[in-house]
């Protein structure tokens, strides 16, 4: 290179300019440098072996999880500054990343960085494995330093440093530089306070290498995206979100790169489509152990259903396509991989066409459901499971970890005339539906009136609105005229079915709801609403006077809140769903407005607000409540009728004993 070739502030014979030319040098000479002989997915297939207690122990096979080389492949490209890794579980992340790092440590050995979410995994999980990985291969295990001077968090290797660090330990990720930091599981990680997000912390230790490189892989977390088609290729991808929509870091650091998403080809029309979880299919009504055996995959191209025997095949021909990317010419006689002609290697079947914008961040997502150790069915019935037990940190772990998707608890409230369509279904406003089980009320208290809510639940968690309305009296609500009309409402039945219970919020006219619900002991749930308590529901006595104690329950009502607008994008046909009757009622734009009147806002901090408060939404804090009720009365052990009951399925969550006297409603 000569000093024609660089920009005029390199140019002269200062020292500075010498040190800066030097430095362009080396990076020119980075980029240029051919692809290694190697490469982590060839050198794992030589020399990896699994050993026993693995899902297949034995010699290591890059083709049974084909996604991974094109991304080990990115990994020793020297254009790339990161690779970023979005992914499902049973996808062989973890293993991709020990990949890199023993063809690093073999072949070209620089001190290097692995950073887990906590100690307690990288102590108890990422180390014994890698560990385990190190003697499985004759040529690392040769080069490992054993004996007294082996430390486990800090080997080695091949005369350089393999360091283990954990999310919170400013000390282990700021002590040494490294060339490459890989980072397994960022969304698991916080924040180290007074020094910033564990990835910008990490690529400051890689920065006295001039082709210094993070890995960052994870399975994702919260966020609200899009799928948006090609109006070309008619491949769907994931649209690109905006900032504030998005709380997962790993979806962040993807979205800044190539946005390559895993394409299989469909064994009936031979066109690529990316799988997804909304294009996997179950019965309608189906049971977990019945989704597990007839769960099928739809192709996003001609609708035809792909059953798991199909996998293999279809992930042998499978290949990254970026926005605007179609494979054209593919024969499914043929074995070839099309990535290869995107990364320059080895010949491909069929061609990738269009172009992918020039970035330094090459990013990946797969699917889980491309997991060739878990089939369609278990993917399908643990999440039907999940929804079944209406615990929403166990819904969202099995679309994050178990389809490699983001979780909108969030609420992040759609437009009322979205609600409206895609919740209403068939059935008469104030009527039961036949699969409906038990029956609530609740109640919000307002200055001069009482804004009520029945809905009824049956098995999943699954709900239909009766009625909603308001109860007027003469005077305002600390009058006892508008607390009689209640008494008559509550002592009704619908289709001839009681109110299993009534929960009326106790914030606002605190004595004559204490006072009410005392009369309706067997029945009547006093609330208290509260932003971030220690659970999301909790139950305490109180002393209402002298003689009469009573139950007051603190929820959670932000919480049940998101539960019930996480329930507005839930197909009709899915267990659980929230539905809403067709046809005219009484007011029902006031009502679905109040619904999405408010809605969360995550900071870019991290830290989640409501926002929209000053509408009123009392019915969305009834219908609150009635999530409140379905979880405290064990909706999610409901079976449909005519299921065999036992005791785990008869069980309903009872509430504390003590009662006190009254109307006894049932």
């Known amino acids: 290179m000569t000093s024609a070739t660089l920009s005029p502030e390199f140019s002269g014979s200062s020292p500075r300019s010498s040190m ?16 290694p002989k190697t490469t982590p997915d060839t050198w794992a297939d030589a020399n990896r072996r699994l050993p026993k207690g693995s899902a297949e122990p034995g010699k290591w096979k890059s083709s049974k999880t084909p996604w991974t080389i094109a991304i080990c492949r990115a990994a020793v490209n020297p254009r790339a500054r990161r690779v970023v890794f979005c992914e499902g579980s049973q996808v062989a992340k973890t293993e991709t990343m020990f990949n890199i790092a023993g063809h690093k440590l073999d072949t070209d050995p620089a001190p290097m960085l692995f950073v887990g979410p906590t100690k307690s995994n990288v102590s108890t999980v990422i180390e014994p494995r890698f560990s385990e990985m190190l003697r499985q291969s004759a040529s690392l295990d040769a080069k490992t330093l054993k004996g007294r001077k082996a430390k486990t968090l800090a080997k080695q290797i091949a005369g350089v440093l393999f360091r283990f660090a954990w999310a919170g330990s400013p000390t282990e990720l700021a002590s040494q530089p490294a060339h490459t930091v890989l980072l397994d599981e960022i969304d698991r990680m916080k924040a180290i306070p007074g020094e910033g997000d564990v990835v910008s912390i990490s690529e400051a230790r890689t920065a006295t290498f001039i082709d210094g490189r993070l890995v960052i892989g994870s399975s994702p977390t919260e966020g609200t995206v899009d799928i948006e088609r090609h109006p070309v290729t008619g491949i769907d991808h994931w649209k690109v979100a905006p900032g504030d929509a998005i709380a997962s870091a790993i979806w962040s650091l993807w979205q800044e790169g190539t946005r390559f998403e895993w394409a299989i080809p469909c064994p009936h029309c031979h066109r690529f489509f990316v799988p997804r979880f909304q294009l996997l299919r179950w019965p309608e009504g189906s049971t977990p152990r019945r989704a597990l055996l007839e769960a099928r995959l739809t192709c996003q191209r001609c609708g035809a259903e792909i059953e798991d025997a199909d996998k293999f095949a279809m992930n042998a021909g499978g290949t990254f396509l970026a926005w605007g990317q179609d494979v054209v010419g593919y024969d499914p006689a043929q074995a070839g991989r099309p990535w290869h002609r995107q990364l320059g290697f080895g010949d491909e079947n069929g061609e990738v066409t269009g172009e992918v914008e020039e970035s330094d961040i090459q990013s990946f997502w797969v699917s889980g459901l491309c997991s060739p150790w878990v089939s369609f069915g278990q993917r399908a019935a643990a999440w039907l499971r999940a929804v079944r037990s209406g615990d929403q940190d166990r819904v969202r772990a099995v679309l994050n970890t178990g389809f490699g998707e983001l979780y909108a608890l969030r609420g992040d409230a759609p437009a009322w005339e979205d609600v409206r369509l895609g919740c209403s279904i068939e059935y008469a406003y104030g009527r039961v539906p036949q699969d409906a089980q038990l029956l609530f009320c609740t ?92 659970k999301i529901f909790n139950s305490n006595e109180i002393s209402v006077n002298d003689r009469h104690k009573l139950q007051l329950w603190t929820i959670d009502d932000k919480h049940f809140k998101g ?78 009728a005519g299921s065999p009951v036992t005791t785990q399925t008869a069980r309903i969550v009872s509430r504390p004993t003590v009662r006190s006297t009254g109307v006894q409603v049932f």
């Not at 030319?21 to 980075?30: F, K, P, S, V």
């Not at 208290?445 to 999943?460: D, E, H, I, M, T």
């Not at 009766?466 to 109860?471: D, R």
């Not at 001839?496 to 009369?519: E, H, I, N």
Request: hydrophobic share 40%; charged share 25%.
């Open 443 to 534: 109640i919000d208290v307002q200055k001069n009136r009482l804004v009520y809510v029945v809905r009824a639940w049956g098995p999943s968690f699954e709900s239909w609105l009766v009625e909603k309305g308001e109860i007027y009296g003469e005077g305002d609500t600390d009058k006892p005229d508008v607390w009689e009309k209640l008494d008559q409402f509550v002592l009704r039945t619908w289709d001839g079915m009681p109110l299993r219970a009534c929960a009326v919020d106790s914030g606002f006219r605190t004595d004559q709801v204490y006072s009410w619900c005392l009369k309706y002991g067997a029945i009547a749930y006093a609330t208290k609403g509260r932003d971030k308590p220690s």
């Open 563 to 640: 539960w019930v607008q996480a329930r507005f994008s839930w197909r009709p046909d899915q267990p659980g769903a929230w539905h809403t009757p067709q046809g005219e009622w009484p007011d029902q734009e006031d009502y679905y407005r109040q619904l999405v009147a408010e809605q969360q806002l995550r900071l870019p901090s991290g830290r989640v607000m409501w926002i929209g408060g000053h509408k009123a939404h009392d019915y969305l804090d009834c219908e609150a409540m009635q999530a409140f009720l379905a979880h405290v009365h064990g909706v999610a052990n409901l079976r449909p």
């Open 20 to 35: 800066a030319l030097a430095i362009e040098y080396r990076a020119a000479q980075a980029i240029a440098k051919a692809p």
